[in-house]
Each structure stands twice: as C-alpha cells, then as structure tokens.
C-alpha cells in the first residue's frame, strides 16, 4: 500500500502478487489487493480479484455510461451491485442514477425510494427523488419530495429547487418567485 500512496503503481501491484504468490488462499491479500485496484481506478482487475466487490461494479458502471456511453453494461454493473449490496443506499441511488439516463424514470424512482427507506434523513436522495419526478413530468409528485426534503433540511439551498420549478410549471408564479431568493 506504501507503493501506492506515493503513486508508485507498478511496485505496488508487484508487492501484492507477492503476497498472493506467497499465500494463494490467503484472502486478505486478495481483498487488499482488490481495494487498492479499486482506488486507482482499475475496475476490472478489482472484479478479477474479488467478484463480490459491489463497489467495484458500481463504480465501473458509472464510468460505462458517463465516459464510454455503454448503457448496456452500465446498467448489467450496477444490477451486480445492488444485488451483492441490497442494503447499500449508495449503490441504490448510483443505480437509479444509471437508470435515470437510460430514461427509465419510473425504476430509478424505485430505487431512490429504496435508498430512503435505508436511509429515510438522507435528504440529498430525497432532493434526487424530487428531481426525477420534476425531470419527468410528475410536477405534483416533485412538490411532495421537495417539500419532504425542505422538512429534513431547510438550510440546504438546492432543496428549493425542485419546489420552485414545479410550482412555476404549475402556473403557481407568485410562489416560484417569492422561493427563487431563498
């Protein structure tokens, strides 16, 4: 790991196999190994090593689809993921996340509802869940959300966003407006 820290990538990976070498059924080494792929980007080789490595998926999927554009094996990653982390609210939320950009609204809202029930003060889902309803059409839906998110944290300015957007889309002007200060 010291390798590593000081970006020094190729004798790390040496300093691994060699304890993997050494004790082959060891699987601290492998997770150890695993997690230090994982950090450096190397999705794949952290599959490799550990299969059950839901952060992994999750993170490869994400790279799939914003720098690839790859929605088949975005979505196939953070399927994996979820299903080796089911009570994981971050895997849930970058799933539905996924999800969302494959304009598959009404399963990304599953999840986000997933993810609170998990997590139900996590007012940065509850902002997202707002968010998809406004992004889809379902302006009543993204009031509720949004309100429910300005009652867990009022102070948080971008929780009013949803609210404010929705209301305007509503023909509720005079509301929007006196929300766009805040």
């Known amino acids: 790991r010291a390798y590593g820290a000081l970006g020094r990538d190729a004798e790390a990976e040496d300093m691994f196999q060699r ?17 230090y792929c994982l ?6 080789k952290a599959i490799e090593l550990d299969t059950a490595l839901a952060e992994a998926y999750s993170l490869r999927g994400d790279v799939r689809l914003s720098e690839e554009w ?10 994996r993921a979820a ?42 889902n509850q902002f997202f869940l707002a968010n998809i ?15 429910r998110a300005v009652q867990m944290d009022p102070t948080v300015p971008w929780v009013y966003w949803a609210l404010m957007h929705a209301n305007f889309d509503l023909g509720r002007k005079v509301i929007a407006d006196s929300m766009a200060g805040l």
């Open 133 to 147: 309803f406004y992004n889809s059409g379902h302006r009543d839906s993204a009031l509720k959300a949004g309100a």
């Open 83 to 124: 299903t080796l982390a089911p009570g994981s609210a971050d895997i849930a939320t970058d799933y539905a996340d996924i999800l969302l950009s494959a304009n598959q609204p009404d399963s990304a809202v599953a999840l986000v509802r997933h993810a609170l029930a998990i997590e139900p003060e996590n007012v940065q």
């Open 70 to 79: 790859d929605w088949e094996h975005a979505i196939r990653d953070a399927e």
């Open 19 to 35: 304890a993997v070498n050494l004790r082959p059924g060891f699987w601290s080494n492998y997770n150890a190994w695993a997690n």
């Open 39 to 44: 950090r450096r980007g190397k999705f794949d």
